[in-house]
Each structure stands twice: as structure tokens, then as C-alpha cells.
Nanobody
Framework: QVQVVESGGGLVQAGGSLRLSCVAS????????MAWFRQAPGKEREFVAS??????YTSYAESVKTRFTISRDNVAVYVQMNSLKSEDTAVYYC??????????WGQGTQVTVSS
């Protein structure tokens, strides 16, 4: 199994920045893709960004692609969020997708952007 733990959320003013971290542990060799999703109150969970665990490929939602940057190292994936807007307010979840045992979610971290 894989465990993922997010951190780095908080309260920030519009136009500000935050960096979220997601540390993976357990059977990390089985991970193919690490991704960030978010869920705002009353809305469906939506894709934010993803990166391959062992390669350079990244993908972004249109709404964040000019403002967010996903990166990774050997044990964690990060998302640098710049020029934050009130509509970025949500609980942000990390997801690890494996090749053999499905996907794993973290507990989420709250990001609140005040206007």
C-alpha cells in the first residue's frame, strides 16, 4: 500500500502564493502518477495537476496552468500556487496512482483565499 500526507494549506490573500506538499510512503515504487485534486464547498472534486512519478511529464487543468507549477523529488510532490484567486479556495487532495493496487488519497489540506 501507499500512504500520502498533504501539508502546506492555509489562509492567503488574493494574489498571494502557497506551496503544498505531499509526502508518499509505503510501496512508492509502485506509483505511476501523483496528482493534486481539489474540492470546493458544494462542488465536485476536480483535477488540478499531475506528474509522472519517474518521468518529466506534467498536466494541468486549464484554470491553473499559468499560475500553478507541480514538481517532485524522490519522496514528495509539490504544487506551487501563485496569483491565487478566491475561486481557488478548496480542500486540496493528493492522489497516488499505482500500477497494481489502485489509487490512494490523502486527508486533504484546506486552502482559503480571501478577496
Amino acid at each position: 500500500q501507499v500512504q500520502v500526507v498533504e501539508s502546506g494549506g492555509g489562509l492567503v490573500q488574493a494574489g498571494g502564493s502557497l506551496r503544498l506538499s505531499c509526502v508518499a510512503s509505503g510501496r512508492t515504487l509502485s506509483i505511476n502518477v501523483m496528482a493534486w485534486f481539489r474540492q470546493a464547498p458544494g462542488k465536485e472534486r476536480e483535477f488540478v495537476a499531475s506528474t509522472t512519478w519517474r518521468g518529466p511529464y506534467t498536466s494541468y487543468a486549464e484554470s491553473v496552468k499559468t499560475r500553478f507549477t507541480i514538481s517532485r523529488d524522490n519522496v514528495a510532490v509539490y504544487v506551487q500556487m501563485n496569483s491565487l484567486k478566491s475561486e481557488d479556495t478548496a480542500v486540496y487532495y493528493c492522489n497516488a496512482r499505482t500500477d497494481t493496487s489502485g489509487s490512494y488519497w490523502g486527508q486533504g489540506t484546506q486552502v482559503t483565499v480571501s478577496s
